[in-house]
């Protein structure tokens, strides 16, 4: 019964971290513009296609690009994961400050030394590759992992670039920017279909298939790491948004966007850091969701987006704390519905007691009337 | 320092003001005064940079700085490179920050992060109450210290010209009285002063230079103490 009872509370909380890190996606967006963003379920499966590419191109077999794909091709990929490496580097030496009238040319040279011989190792290491043992794997999931989150936020801040961008600086209704980010959502999913057509991809085996025994119920290593990733990025998220200034910009502009100019901050660098990290979490859990179930078809995101959209507000869309809590609560509602009744009444049921609880408190568990967002 | 010159602006397709000019010198403090809806706050918006969709559109005129023009400039820029800052009407604190976040927030730009703990505890010193309230969250202040709050704000971004639009509104007389007192200080030591008021009679007393503005248009200028005596200004402004 005990073991029943655990094994049921360990897959909630897988599911839940799913939920949760896209649910603290849509808080972000929406805490600094207001803007519900419909597109960010499909952002997820974008994340998740992401994330079968880079794996499988890596581990050469060459998915995306044949195996005798033009020297450009494979010179652009490695170039762009050494443009990674260099960023990394470059934020972590920090320039120092320089007397005025003198140039100091050590720094770009530095980073372009640097940019050169990653792209070259990755582009020579490339050619050889086949990765085969345990280890490899795991070195394929640790660099797959921040491409993934990367190339999502591009996508992500893209969108927020080319279509919402335009309708903010004219000054349009919420409501139509609320329908254009619905119209993305179904343009990314057509996209994709259009593109890949209904081959559904079944995405690579990268952990080791190690289960642990946690009194009596049985947890793999793969759910594990979904579980302790959606934790550490909440944690990560809670530092930023309290103890960085970026991350403080984000917080004023959801109480006041009109004074943020004032402070010498540019709104525009604050909006496209709020979808960096709201997109780049989608890809993490797209990433995880298809490690855990391996099979990806572009409609993937839409219920998985609606739910955690739900979870979201129940937790007090604009509170970080709501939307992580709110994943949670919605996932251990659907896992004790389906143990209790069926499965096919997981939905139905779990629902209306969501319902219920925005009854009871229409701000959400931690949503405060009025005054604060984020 | 800076000079406004027929400087024309619309909200949509209103125009709110139609041909304004004045100057700011160095070190100066210079008013701006006139009744509700006169296009006070107009004018500090639109050398903020602060456009639409919600500010007003310059559609003529020009604004320099130190001789060069700044319509081009975003709101941002204008803070970071030009230390010209704004202490918007109503305040517009961050509330769901603590004091010492606010503060923290609007050094975002400043390239001269070794003058940060001196500007700090010169702030705490010229505004003791916030000092003792830094850890609460700005909402919680009382009206008074929250518009001492935004103008060390305005202080911790760096500048060196502040725009006041009606640091007065809301606030008690004899916090009023403080607040001004804290304002000519920071005037002594070097910084430039642009005020808008309805409040004429404090504002008069306060400047040395003063521009009447009258439904989007300058209506009288001159020192201080002329205006005072300006009969009209007196009838209009002043309660006779
Ligand atoms: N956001 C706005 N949209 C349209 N008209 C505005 C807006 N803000 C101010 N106005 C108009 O511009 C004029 C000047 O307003 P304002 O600059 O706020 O005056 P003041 O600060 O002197 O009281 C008024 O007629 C006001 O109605
Ligand atoms: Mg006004």
């Known amino acids: 019964m005990l073991e029943t009872v655990i094994q049921q509370a360990l897959n909630a909380l897988q599911l839940g971290s799913y939920y949760s890190l896209i649910a603290l996606g849509y808080c972000l967006v929406y805490g600094v513009l207001l803007l519900i963003n419909f597109a960010h379920g499909d952002i997820f499966m974008v994340g998740a296609y992401i994330a079968f590419f880079a794996a499988t191109y890596i581990m050469g077999q060459h998915a995306l690009i044949p195996p005798n794909s033009p020297i450009m091709v494979k010179l652009v990929f490695a170039g762009f994961f050494a443009l990674i490496v260099t960023a990394a580097v470059s934020f972590a030496i920090k320039k120092k400050p320089q007397a005025p009238g003198r140039k100091n040319y050590s720094y770009p040279a530095i980073l372009g030394g640097i940019f050169i011989t990653v792209t070259a190792a990755i582009y020579y290491w490339g050619q050889g590759m086949k990765l085969e043992t345990g280890a490899d794997k795991i070195l394929v999931f640790a660099v797959t992992m921040p491409l993934t989150m990367i190339l999502t936020s591009v996508v992500g801040v893209f969108i927020e670039r080319v279509a919402y961008k335009p309708l903010r600086l004219k000054g349009a209704n919420r409501l139509y920017v609320v329908i254009t980010a619905l119209m993305m959502g179904i343009i990314l999913e057509y996209g994709n279909l259009s593109l890949l057509g209904t081959s559904r991809l079944s995405y690579p085996t990268l952990l080791p298939r190690v289960v642990f025994d946690v009194a009596g119920a049985k947890i793999s290593i793969t759910k594990l790491t979904a579980i302790a990733a959606s934790f550490l990025m909440f944690a990560l998220l809670q530092w930023i948004v309290t103890r960085t200034k970026l991350g403080m910009a984000m917080r004023a502009v959801s109480y006041d966007k009109f004074a943020v100019p004032l402070m010498g901050i540019p709104l525009d660098a604050v909006i496209v850091f709020t979808f960096f990290l709201g997109s780049s979490m989608a890809g993490m859990a797209g990433m995880l969701y298809a490690m855990n179930f391996p099979v990806l078809d572009p409609f993937m995101g839409a219920l998985v987006g609606w739910k955690a959209f739900v979870a979201a507000v129940v937790g007090g869309i604009g509170d970080i704390r709501g939307a992580f809590v709110g994943g949670f609560l919605l996932a251990f509602l659907e896992v004790i519905v389906a143990a209790v009744f069926s499965s096919e009444l997981r939905d139905l049921i779990s629902f209306t007691i969501l319902l219920g609880i925005l009854t009871w408190k229409p701000t959400g568990l931690f949503g405060k009337p009025k005054t604060t967002k984020i | 320092m800076l000079s406004v010159t027929n400087l024309k602006v619309k909200y949509g397709n209103i125009e709110a003001l139609h041909g304004v000019s004045f100057t700011v010198n160095k070190g100066e403090i210079v008013t701006l005064i006139g009744a509700?809806?006169?296009?006070?706050?107009?004018?500090?918006?639109?050398?903020?940079?602060?456009?639409?969709?919600?500010?007003?559109?310059?559609?003529?005129?020009?604004?320099?700085?130190?001789?060069?023009?700044?319509?081009?400039?975003?709101?941002?820029?204008?803070?970071?490179?030009?230390?010209?800052?704004?202490?918007?009407?109503?305040?517009?604190?961050?509330?769901?920050?603590?004091?010492?976040?606010?503060?923290?927030?609007?050094?975002?730009?400043?390239?001269?992060?070794?003058?940060?703990?001196?500007?700090?505890?010169?702030?705490?010193?010229?505004?003791?109450?916030?000092?003792?309230?830094?850890?609460?969250?700005?909402?919680?202040?009382?009206?008074?210290?929250?518009?001492m709050l935004a103008v060390s704000r305005a202080l911790m971004s760096g500048a060196e010209f502040i725009l006041l639009d009606e640091p007065s509104m809301g606030l008690a007389p004899l916090l009023m009285y403080d607040m001004f007192r804290s304002l000519k200080r920071l005037n002594q030591q070097g910084m430039t002063i642009l005020l808008v008021e309805q409040n004429a009679r404090l504002a008069l007393d306060f400047a040395h230079r003063g521009y009447v503005l009258d439904t989007g248009r300058i209506v009288a200028e001159g020192p201080c103490d002329e205006l005072r005596d300006n009969p009209e200004v007196k009838k209009a402004y002043l309660g006779g």
């Open chain 2, 36 to 147: 509700n809806g006169a296009g006070k706050t107009t004018t500090l918006l639109s050398i903020a940079r602060l456009g639409p969709p919600e500010g007003p559109k310059v559609i003529q005129g020009d604004i320099a700085f130190d001789g060069a023009s700044l319509l081009n400039m975003p709101a941002h820029l204008v803070v970071a490179n030009l230390h010209m800052v704004l202490v918007p009407e109503g305040r517009h604190i961050f509330g769901n920050l603590s004091v010492m976040d606010n503060l923290t927030l609007a050094t975002y730009a400043r390239k001269d992060k070794e003058n940060l703990p001196r500007d700090l505890d010169f702030v705490f010193e010229l505004f003791p109450r916030l000092g003792e309230r830094r850890k609460q969250r700005a909402e919680s202040l009382s009206g008074g210290e929250q518009q």
